[in-house]
């Protein structure tokens, strides 16, 4: 088992910055990458970044790329997402993911291929 908890959410102006953290326990040496992931109301849950073990090899969406950073400690126990120059359309409840299946970087945007999640934590930003 591997528990996730997501802190850092809050409410921001646009334009602003925001840094979230992802705390990992349990068997996180069986944890090949992390993700963030993203969730509206009434949208979908979408795809934000992603992490591999050794840090080398991140993913980001595309509607993030140049703004958000995805990050990992030295312990592979924390995990964390840098979120520049926010929009309101960044408004969601931002997710923690784990995987314990060393999947190929084009199934990291695949919420199917994690197998932990945290509770989530809100990011609210305002216009």
């Known amino acids: 088992q591997v528990q996730l908890v997501e802190s850092g959410g809050t409410l921001v102006q646009a334009g602003g910055s925001l840094s979230l953290s992802c705390a990992a326990s349990?068997?996180?040496?069986?944890?090949?990458?992390m993700g963030w992931f993203r969730q509206a109301p009434g949208e979908r849950r979408e795809f934000v970044a992603a992490i591999e073990r050794s840090g080398i090899t991140r993913t980001y969406a595309d509607s993030v790329k140049g703004r958000f950073t995805i990050s990992r400690d030295d312990a592979w126990n924390t995990v964390y997402l840098q979120m520049n120059s926010l929009k309101p359309e960044d408004t969601a409840v931002y997710y923690c993911?784990?995987?314990?299946?060393?999947?190929?970087?084009?199934?990291?945007?695949?919420?199917?291929?994690?197998?932990?999640w945290g509770q989530g934590t809100q990011v609210t930003v305002s216009s």
């Open positions: 993911a784990a995987s314990l299946t060393n999947w190929l970087s084009p199934y990291w945007g695949e919420s199917d291929h994690y197998d932990f």
């Open positions: 349990g068997r996180t040496f069986d944890v090949y990458f």
